[in-house]
C-alpha cells in the first residue's frame, strides 16, 4: 500500500518571500501524485497532478512541484507568496497501477498549515 | 455551474442517534468517496463508490454506511457504533478509475459534532 509524509506540520513564510513544502511518498513504482489546498472551513481545490512526462509540474495559482524519483519527493513551490496563499496543502497519492479488480484509493498526507506573514 | 453539494454545513446531534450527511454531484461522474478529517490527521477514506449499486470500505468505515442508489448521490450515515464522529466530513466524485487515477473533485464539507 502507498502512503506520504509531510513532515512540516505548520510553516510561516513573508509576503513575496519562496516557499517550499515537502511532500516524500514510499509505493513500489510511479505514483499518481496530487497536490490540494484547503481554505478554513472548505472542501479541497486541485492545485496540480503528475504522473509521467516532464518532472517539473505547473499549477494554478502560480503553484509547481517537482518529482524526484531517487529522492521519492514530490515538493511544492512557490517563487513568491501572496497573502492569500494561507492555507492548508495536502500531497496525495494513488497507485500508478491501477488494479482492474478496485481497491483503488487516493491517500493523503498529514497536511502543512501555511502562514504568511505580512 | 457543476459541482458538489454538501448538506448541511453544521449538524449537531446527541450521543446514541444515527445521523445521515448528505451529499450530491451534478459532474456525472462515476465515482464518490466520504473522507473524515481530524486535526493533525490529514483526510482518511471512509467508503467509496465506483458505480451505481456498488461500495467499497475504505481505511476507517466502522460505525459508517452508505448506500448509492443513484448517480448523483452518495449519503453517508454516522451510526451510533461510531465512537467518536465529531468530525469533519468530506465528500469528492471523480470519473471512474479506468486507466489512469483523476483527480478529486471535492465539497464543503459537513462539520458534525456530537455530544
Known amino acids: 500500500a502507498q502512503s506520504v509524509t509531510q513532515p512540516d506540520i505548520h510553516i510561516t513564510v513573508s509576503e513575496g518571500a519562496s516557499l517550499e513544502l515537502r511532500c516524500n511518498y514510499s509505493y513500489g513504482a510511479t505514483p499518481y501524485l496530487f497536490w490540494y489546498v484547503q481554505s478554513p472551513g472548505q472542501g479541497l481545490q486541485l492545485l496540480l497532478k503528475y504522473f509521467s512526462g516532464d518532472t517539473l509540474v505547473q499549477g494554478i495559482k502560480g503553484f509547481e512541484a517537482e518529482f524526484k524519483r531517487s529522492q521519492s519527493s514530490f515538493n511544492l513551490r512557490k517563487p513568491s507568496v501572496h497573502w492569500s496563499d494561507a492555507a492548508e496543502y495536502f500531497c496525495a497519492v494513488a497507485p500508478g497501477l491501477i488494479l482492474t479488480g478496485g481497491g483503488n484509493k487516493l491517500t493523503f498526507g498529514t497536511g502543512t498549515q501555511l502562514k504568511v506573514e505580512l | 455551474d457543476g459541482g458538489i453539494t454538501q448538506s448541511p454545513k453544521y449538524l449537531f446531534r446527541k450521543e446514541g442517534q444515527n445521523v445521515t450527511l448528505s451529499c450530491e454531484q451534478n459532474l456525472n461522474h462515476d465515482a464518490m468517496y466520504w473522507y473524515r478529517q481530524d486535526p493533525g490527521q490529514g483526510l482518511r477514506l471512509i467508503y467509496y463508490?465506483?458505480?451505481?449499486?456498488?461500495?467499497q470500505k475504505g481505511d476507517i468505515a466502522e460505525g459508517y454506511s452508505v448506500s448509492r442508489e443513484k448517480k448523483e448521490s452518495f449519503p453517508l450515515t454516522v451510526t451510533s457504533a461510531q465512537k467518536n464522529p465529531t468530525a469533519f466530513y468530506l465528500c469528492?466524485?471523480?470519473?471512474?478509475?479506468?486507466?489512469?487515477?483523476?483527480?478529486?473533485?471535492f465539497g464543503n464539507g459537513t462539520r458534525l459534532t456530537v455530544t
Open positions: 469528492a466524485s471523480s470519473p471512474r478509475v479506468d486507466r489512469d487515477f483523476p483527480p478529486l473533485h
Open positions: 463508490s465506483q458505480i451505481v449499486n456498488d461500495f
